[in-house]
């Protein structure tokens, strides 16, 4: 198996015929009650989840909030296990980075998943632990999806360019064993396009399809990198459903929604 996450990410996506991120933000107030009563009722709705829709899943990427305490990571921890038993990689969102010592401790998170997301705010001492497993994707957010992203994300440096034109470009530099990757969102469709201008070689994630309504011709167009890349739904894939037959209705949101991203690849 290649030693770099997006030569392994490549292989995935070429199996599956997807760039499909589904994302396992698995709210535990939104599981169906047949499952309640479970030991780890987390672990037990991603487990059908994962089963209906690995076919369809470029990778997984369960968001950390929603695994905080022993039983999440529990549940997290098996996850990861049966996605990758499934050979599919995971992405964790963990949206991390903090001063020396402390990063250092984040980073060890890379020891159980394929990939990790990482906020940029604290400059590349603080990311430097996650850019130096050269075999683990870290993918940087630049430009995000919420409403909010624009309040600082967007502003003019001196030099003339935007904040997240200046992630972007940070991010570059910082690719030096070509693990890198950028976190854009399809909310931002122009945003996504002129930041694939300027950085070409690196490739996307691009989450806010789906439930938060964007552009999913624009992900494709500009999230990939040669073919690489990947267009993340959560809510809309693994809660189209919340009755008993979830997991088909799950199976069935990936399916459509690979189909639909691939109308643009
Ligand atoms: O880093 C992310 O994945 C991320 C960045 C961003 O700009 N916007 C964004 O929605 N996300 C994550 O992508 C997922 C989107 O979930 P849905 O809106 O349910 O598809 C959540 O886990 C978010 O935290």
């Not at 950390?64 to 990571?73: K, L, N, P, R, T």
């Not at 910082?174 to 969102?185: D, F, I, K």
């Not at 552009?215 to 690489?228: F, I, P, R, S, W």
Request: charged share 30%; glycine share 8%; proline share 5%.
């Amino acid at each position: 198996m290649s030693e770099q996450f997006f030569d392994r990410l490549e292989d995935r996506i070429e199996r599956a015929d997807s760039v499909v991120s589904v994302g396992l933000d698995t709210d535990p107030k939104r599981i169906p009650e047949q499952l309640q009563d479970k030991d780890l009722p987390q672990w037990a709705f991603n487990r059908r989840i994962i089963d209906a829709t690995h076919e369809h899943a470029a990778c997984y990427k369960p968001n950390a909030a929603f695994y905080e305490g022993a039983d999440g990571w529990r549940s997290l921890r098996e996850t990861v296990a049966y996605a990758h038993g499934k050979d599919v990689p995971v992405l964790l969102d963990a949206k991390r980075a903090d001063i020396g010592n402390t990063t250092r401790q984040y980073a060890n998170l890379l020891d159980h998943v394929d990939a990790i997301t990482v906020n940029p705010y604290m400059g590349r001492d603080s990311l430097q632990p996650f850019l130096d497993r050269a075999d683990k994707g870290v993918f940087v957010l630049c430009r995000t999806s919420n409403p909010g992203g624009a309040d600082l994300q967007d502003l003019e440096l001196a030099s003339g360019e935007t904040v997240y034109e200046r992630v972007a470009a940070l991010a570059d530099l910082w690719n030096e064993h070509g693990n890198v990757g950028l976190v854009v969102g399809a909310t931002a469709p122009e945003e996504l396009e002129s930041i694939r201008e300027q950085v070409p070689d690196l490739p996307f994630l691009v989450p806010g399809v789906g439930a938060q309504g964007g552009d999913a011709e624009a992900a494709v167009e500009h999230g990939l990198a040669d073919g690489v890349g990947l267009v993340n739904s959560s809510r809309g894939i693994i809660f189209a459903s919340e009755g008993e037959n979830f997991d088909k209705a799950a199976g069935n949101a990936a399916r459509r929604l690979k189909r639909r991203l691939n109308e643009f690849r």
